[in-house]
């Protein structure tokens, strides 16, 4: 058995906690909690709760909490949800400015002490967050990527499986572009076993459902009072296991565009192969030309915040 993987979350709170919890009771390796000094003691109790659920199901992980970023030395992959979740009313975007600072300082702390980690961000809006993130690392872009793609397609699985009443096992799901608001759920390439989801729900039933996965965070946080976690937890550790693994699953991602759907120079969602190099392929598919046109609306809208970050 080759040596034990190691895991840094960044960011101890609702989606650092799943984290940990997940990829302990997959065996991916062993985990370091990483929050500020004020909540160094929320990451050390998460870490010692865990272990303790290792000793009752009977898992081996070790996990640790900490405040001191020289504990990720060596970590193969980060996983980054520092910042803050939105609050009701609160778009993604207007996260922007508070987060882009707390991920600048996560990435020198990153750049420094775990040079060569595949780096994964969660934090929101998203598609800035990543492009922020390797900005300050000045990492390939292979190795830093965003969560997104992953999540939103488990969003539109689900209601898809729910409104025909089939196993969410049985749905595949694409979605593309910006993690917001204008990202791009495609029906052309939504199948329940291969069978066009166009085939088996209505037009209108489709749009709505449509609508309801592009504002599927918000409706969470408007259930909630905060974000999702448990979702946006299991697509990272999805991602995490590809690379760790080199399964090279292929799943949607934030990923670094050099050219792939006629953009270039911006992290957006799309189809990518995750393998122990990191996001190994970005997988191109056939659009229609609203789905074009609507993609292209969406990689706009990441530009503009591109830009904002720029100006920070
Ligand atoms: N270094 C490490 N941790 C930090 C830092 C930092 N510089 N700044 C803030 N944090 C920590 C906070 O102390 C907090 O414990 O990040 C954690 C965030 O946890 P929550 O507030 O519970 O937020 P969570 O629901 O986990 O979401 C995190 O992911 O989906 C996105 O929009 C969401 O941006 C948000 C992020």
Redesign the pocket.
Known sequence: MGERKKIAL???????GELASLAARRELGDVIL???P??EG?AKGKALDISQACALEGYDASIKGT?NYADIAGVDVCIV??????KPGMS?DD?LAI?VK?IR??GA?IKEHAPNAFVIV???P?DA?VYAMQKVTGFPHNRVVGMAGALDSARFQHFIADELGVSTKEVGALVLGGHGDTMVPTLSYCTVNGIPVTQLIEKTKLDAIVERTKKGGGEIVGLMG????VA?AAGAIAMAGSFLQDQKRVIGCASFLTGQYGHEGIYMGVPSVIGKTGVEKIIEVELTDDEKELLNKSAAHVRDLVASVDKL
Do not use: C, E, F, Q
């Open positions: 960044i960011g101890a709170g609702n989606i650092g990483v929050d500020i004020d909540k929320v405040s949800t520092a910042g803050i979740p939105r993604r996260l987060n707390i300082a996560v702390g969660i934090s929101n998203l967050m905060t974000s999702a976690y946006p």
